[in-house]
């Protein structure tokens, strides 16, 4: 340390001496909540990163017993099809490609850092004639907004319109689409709420469960503000859905039957890292589950309200957490 650093900071120290003799200086009275032993425990770098490992074989023989029927009859079809379909099939192939590539473009141009670039410069100019934009009052929701299109049109237009030139006997309502046998299916949906919800509330007793969500840093400024993040929150959720657990499973359920499942879950599980520790883990469980679901119902709509409603719940739990739920409908100004 630099003798002019030592000295700045010796300056420093007996300024604030001198402003608690003269009874300047305040401190805060507050007291932090106590944290209990098992959050403590929860907490602890070491105990936390082992955390996942005995969960994970637990759930394993119980996802199996659950699933093991639909498997074996996913693997059946996929038999049936490639004897019907002799020959070598790209499918797999330009999936795997198609699914890196709109990753990797998600990455770098999907985020916050394109917006900010080449989309807020444009609306800060259709701002100065345009009353209603409010760019300053709903900038970051504006940029949630990219992110939620670039999901759209990253997991479904492109990869279906690309699917649907390079095999165009497929069809795409194959893929997860399909509104029938949704509702004989409703009671996994509630089945999987039962296991999903209380494993939530402990991840919820997490200190940096309470400072992630929900992304929009403004949703606590009004329910219309609230609201309108849902929305664009399960936009892009319908689109991931549709994603992994439609398209993936649909391009690669021929060549690999329930094996499918399992690669899907890679890169799921792989797009939740920054998020919490225990939640990046609970995506290789909640991969397989829901694409085991989509397999059996089908479909990617119970998969979805199971998402949504989660999301929800975790978005509530995280403001009324931290006491900062809405409390007017519209935000001032």
């Known amino acids: 340390m630099s003798s002019a650093l030592a000295t700045g900071w010796l300056a420093h120290g007996l300024g604030l001496l001198a402003q608690a003799s003269s009874g300047e200086l305040t401190f805060p009275t507050r007291e932090l909540p106590q944290l209990s032993w098992f959050q403590q425990l929860l907490a602890h770098p070491g105990f936390k990163s082992l955390i996942p490992l005995p969960i994970l074989a637990l759930l394993a023989p119980i996802v199996w017993r659950f699933f093991r029927d639909s498997w074996r009859r996913t693997d059946e079809e996929a038999a049936a099809l490639r004897a019907e379909h002799p020959g070598t099939d790209h499918r797999p192939a330009v999936c795997l490609v198609l699914v890196a590539v709109v990753l990797t473009v998600q990455e770098y141009y999907g985020g916050r850092s394109f917006y900010d670039q ?3 410069p444009g609306l800060r100019e259709l701002d100065q004639s345009v009353s209603w934009l409010k760019l300053q009052k709903y900038d970051e929701l504006y940029g949630y907004c ?3 299109f670039a999901r759209v049109a990253g997991y479904v237009l492109f990869p279906f319109a690309a699917w649907k030139l390079l095999f165009r006997k497929d069809s795409l309502l194959d893929m997860g689409l399909r509104f029938r046998g949704l509702m004989s299916h409703a009671w996994l949906y509630g089945l999987c709420l039962l296991v999903v919800v209380p494993v939530m509330l402990v991840v919820a007793q997490q200190g940096d469960f309470g400072t992630y969500y929900p992304f929009y840093n403004h949703s606590s400024r009004s329910w219309n503000d609230f609201i309108l993040w849902q929305l664009i929150y399960y936009a892009q959720f319908l689109a991931l859905e549709i994603f992994f657990r439609g ?15 399992f690669v899907m879950a890679v890169p799921y599980c792989m797009i939740h890292y920054g998020k919490p520790y225990l939640e990046a ?10 694409g085991s679901l989509s397999m059996r119902s089908r479909s990617v ?7 949504i409603t989660v999301a929800f719940l975790m978005d509530f ?3 009324y957490k931290r006491g900062a739920l809405p409390t007017s409908f519209w935000a001032p100004g």
Request: aromatic share 12%; glycine share 12%; proline share 0%.
């Open 247 to 261: 398209f993936m499973l649909g391009a690669l359920k021929r060549s690999m039957g329930s094996a499918a499942i």
């Open 146 to 148: 990219w992110w939620s």
């Open 281 to 290: 883990h609970g995506a290789i469980v909640a991969g397989v589950v829901l």
């Open 301 to 307: 709509y119970v998969g979805f309200l199971l998402h």
């Open 118 to 120: 080449m989309i807020r």
């Open 317 to 319: 739990l995280s403001l």
